[in-house]
Protein backbone atom coordinates (compact mmCIF):
# COMPACT_ATOMS: atom_id res chain seq x y z
CA UNK A 1 0.00 0.00 0.00
CA UNK A 2 2.94 2.45 0.45
CA UNK A 3 4.39 2.05 -2.77
CA UNK A 4 0.65 3.06 -4.19
CA UNK A 5 0.90 5.74 -2.31
CA UNK A 6 4.52 6.72 -2.53
CA UNK A 7 3.41 6.56 -6.34
CA UNK A 8 -0.02 8.79 -6.07
CA UNK A 9 1.80 11.33 -4.45
CA UNK A 10 4.26 11.63 -7.29
CA UNK A 11 1.99 11.57 -9.99
CA UNK A 12 0.10 14.01 -8.02
CA UNK A 13 3.50 16.36 -7.83
CA UNK A 14 4.42 16.10 -11.23
CA UNK A 15 0.84 17.19 -12.16
CA UNK A 16 0.97 20.10 -9.62
CA UNK A 17 4.53 21.26 -10.42
CA UNK A 18 2.90 23.57 -13.56
CA UNK A 19 0.14 25.41 -15.04
CA UNK A 20 -0.80 23.68 -18.19
CA UNK A 21 -3.43 24.80 -20.25
CA UNK A 22 -4.75 22.56 -22.95
CA UNK A 23 -6.35 22.90 -26.38
CA UNK A 24 -7.18 20.10 -28.08
CA UNK A 25 -4.33 17.28 -28.03
CA UNK A 26 -1.60 20.09 -26.68
CA UNK A 27 -0.40 21.37 -23.06
CA UNK A 28 1.24 24.35 -23.06
CA UNK A 29 3.27 25.33 -19.76
CA UNK A 30 4.88 29.25 -19.83
CA UNK A 31 8.16 29.25 -18.31
CA UNK A 32 9.09 32.38 -16.88
CA UNK A 33 12.99 33.82 -16.31
CA UNK A 34 15.81 36.53 -17.43
CA UNK A 35 17.27 37.02 -20.09
CA UNK A 36 16.55 34.26 -21.89
CA UNK A 37 17.71 34.12 -25.79
CA UNK A 38 16.03 32.05 -28.71
CA UNK A 39 18.18 29.03 -28.06
CA UNK A 40 18.28 29.28 -24.55
CA UNK A 41 14.38 28.88 -24.60
CA UNK A 42 14.37 25.74 -27.01
CA UNK A 43 17.25 23.64 -24.30
CA UNK A 44 14.78 24.65 -21.30
CA UNK A 45 11.18 23.43 -23.21
CA UNK A 46 13.39 20.13 -24.46
CA UNK A 47 14.66 19.67 -20.44
CA UNK A 48 11.03 19.73 -19.28
CA UNK A 49 9.01 16.73 -18.69
CA UNK A 50 5.15 16.68 -17.71
CA UNK A 51 3.23 13.26 -17.09
CA UNK A 52 6.27 11.56 -18.60
CA UNK A 53 6.23 13.53 -21.73
CA UNK A 54 9.04 15.78 -23.44
CA UNK A 55 8.26 19.18 -24.22
CA UNK A 56 9.55 21.11 -27.40
CA UNK A 57 9.08 25.04 -27.76
CA UNK A 58 5.64 25.66 -29.06
CA UNK A 59 3.50 25.24 -31.87
CA UNK A 60 0.89 26.98 -32.43
CA UNK A 61 -1.25 25.24 -35.17
CA UNK A 62 -4.88 26.24 -34.83
CA UNK A 63 -7.25 29.39 -33.25
CA UNK A 64 -7.88 27.20 -30.04
CA UNK A 65 -4.08 26.48 -29.45
CA UNK A 66 -3.58 30.07 -29.70
CA UNK A 67 -6.23 31.08 -27.58
CA UNK A 68 -4.39 28.88 -24.92
CA UNK A 69 -1.09 30.14 -25.88
CA UNK A 70 -2.45 33.68 -25.27
CA UNK A 71 -4.22 33.09 -22.34
CA UNK A 72 -0.86 32.06 -20.96
CA UNK A 73 1.27 35.56 -21.91
CA UNK A 74 -1.12 37.68 -21.16
CA UNK A 75 -0.97 36.87 -17.47
CA UNK A 76 2.74 36.81 -17.87
CA UNK A 77 2.21 40.48 -19.04
CA UNK A 78 5.23 39.94 -21.59
CA UNK A 79 6.10 39.13 -25.26
CA UNK A 80 7.32 35.36 -24.91
CA UNK A 81 9.58 33.12 -27.49
CA UNK A 82 7.31 30.32 -28.91
CA UNK A 83 9.01 27.37 -31.67
CA UNK A 84 8.70 28.96 -34.89
CA UNK A 85 11.94 30.58 -36.64
CA UNK A 86 13.39 31.36 -40.18
CA UNK A 87 16.84 30.91 -39.04
CA UNK A 88 17.62 28.26 -41.38
CA UNK A 89 16.49 29.59 -44.69
CA UNK A 90 15.08 33.30 -44.56
CA UNK A 91 11.45 33.40 -45.15
CA UNK A 92 10.75 30.17 -44.57
CA UNK A 93 9.19 29.71 -41.44
CA UNK A 94 9.10 26.01 -39.74
CA UNK A 95 8.03 25.24 -36.68
CA UNK A 96 10.65 23.28 -34.31
CA UNK A 97 9.48 19.77 -35.80
CA UNK A 98 10.63 21.23 -39.12
CA UNK A 99 6.82 21.88 -40.57
CA UNK A 100 6.84 25.00 -42.72
CA UNK A 101 3.94 27.32 -41.84
CA UNK A 102 4.60 30.61 -43.40
CA UNK A 103 6.71 31.74 -46.69
CA UNK A 104 8.17 35.21 -47.19
CA UNK A 105 7.91 38.20 -44.80
CA UNK A 106 4.95 40.88 -44.77
CA UNK A 107 2.89 40.35 -47.58
CA UNK A 108 3.83 36.41 -47.57
CA UNK A 109 1.76 33.67 -47.21
CA UNK A 110 0.49 30.83 -45.11
CA UNK A 111 1.74 27.05 -46.27
CA UNK A 112 -0.66 24.73 -46.69
CA UNK A 113 -3.35 26.44 -45.07
CA UNK A 114 -1.34 26.52 -41.85
CA UNK A 115 -2.60 28.59 -38.89
CA UNK A 116 -0.52 31.84 -38.49
CA UNK A 117 -1.44 35.13 -36.35
CA UNK A 118 1.02 37.31 -37.27
CA UNK A 119 0.43 41.38 -35.93
CA UNK A 120 0.32 44.16 -38.64
CA UNK A 121 3.52 44.55 -40.56
CA UNK A 122 5.28 41.11 -39.23
CA UNK A 123 7.09 39.41 -40.15
CA UNK A 124 9.48 42.42 -41.27
CA UNK A 125 13.42 41.15 -40.53
CA UNK A 126 13.81 44.42 -38.82
CA UNK A 127 17.63 44.53 -39.50
CA UNK A 128 17.80 41.57 -41.49
CA UNK A 129 18.58 39.12 -38.40
CA UNK A 130 14.96 38.69 -36.83
CA UNK A 131 14.83 35.43 -36.96
CA UNK A 132 12.53 33.83 -33.96
CA UNK A 133 8.83 34.08 -32.88
CA UNK A 134 7.39 35.56 -30.14
CA UNK A 135 4.12 35.78 -28.94
CA UNK A 136 2.48 39.25 -27.38
CA UNK A 137 0.06 39.72 -24.62
CA UNK A 138 -2.47 40.41 -27.30
CA UNK A 139 -1.61 36.95 -28.84
CA UNK A 140 0.06 38.57 -32.41
CA UNK A 141 3.12 37.18 -33.49
CA UNK A 142 6.32 38.91 -34.41
CA UNK A 143 9.71 37.81 -35.54
CA UNK A 144 12.30 39.18 -33.35
CA UNK A 145 16.37 39.12 -33.08
CA UNK A 146 16.80 35.33 -31.55
CA UNK A 147 20.24 36.87 -29.28
CA UNK A 148 18.01 39.26 -27.67
CA UNK A 149 16.06 38.27 -24.79
CA UNK A 150 12.52 37.06 -23.55
CA UNK A 151 11.32 37.07 -19.43
CA UNK A 152 9.74 33.76 -20.71
CA UNK A 153 9.15 30.67 -23.39
CA UNK A 154 6.25 28.53 -24.29
CA UNK A 155 6.38 24.76 -24.17
CA UNK A 156 4.46 22.28 -25.59
CA UNK A 157 3.71 18.59 -24.79
CA UNK A 158 1.64 16.24 -26.88
CA UNK A 159 -1.00 15.05 -24.74
CA UNK A 160 -1.86 12.83 -27.42
CA UNK A 161 0.72 10.15 -26.14
CA UNK A 162 -0.53 9.83 -22.42
CA UNK A 163 -2.46 6.48 -22.02
CA UNK A 164 -5.46 8.41 -20.85
CA UNK A 165 -7.87 10.90 -22.99
CA UNK A 166 -5.96 13.87 -22.37
CA UNK A 167 -8.63 16.63 -21.70
CA UNK A 168 -9.54 19.16 -19.45
CA UNK A 169 -10.75 16.79 -17.01
CA UNK A 170 -7.73 15.08 -16.88
CA UNK A 171 -6.33 16.76 -13.35
CA UNK A 172 -9.72 16.08 -11.89
CA UNK A 173 -9.40 12.29 -12.88
CA UNK A 174 -6.13 12.65 -10.90
CA UNK A 175 -7.32 14.39 -8.29
CA UNK A 176 -10.46 11.75 -7.54
CA UNK A 177 -7.96 9.19 -8.07
CA UNK A 178 -5.65 9.85 -5.37
CA UNK A 179 -8.46 10.80 -3.19
CA UNK A 180 -9.95 7.06 -3.44
CA UNK A 181 -6.21 6.00 -2.72
CA UNK A 182 -5.54 8.22 0.36
CA UNK A 183 -9.23 6.96 1.46
CA UNK A 184 -8.39 3.81 1.22
CA UNK A 185 -5.26 3.53 2.65
CA UNK A 186 -6.87 5.99 5.65
CA UNK A 187 -9.15 2.81 6.44
CA UNK A 188 -6.21 0.36 6.13
CA UNK A 189 -4.25 1.86 8.61
CA UNK A 190 -7.77 2.76 10.75
CA UNK A 191 -8.98 -0.87 10.73
CA UNK A 192 -4.80 -2.20 11.67
CA UNK A 193 -4.96 0.11 14.73
Known sequence: MKSLFTMLMLLLAQWAHAQIVTAGQAGFELVAGANITFSDAQAGAASRTYMGLTGELASI??????????????????????????????????????????????????????????????????????????????????DYTTTLTQTCYVVRYNLALLPVPATQPLGLWLMMLAMAALGGYYLTRKAAI
Open 61 to 142: LSAEEQTAVQSLVATHGASCWVGGSDAAVEGEWRWQDGTQFWQGNFGGSAVGGMYNNWGAGEPNDAGGDEDGLTVGTTGLWN
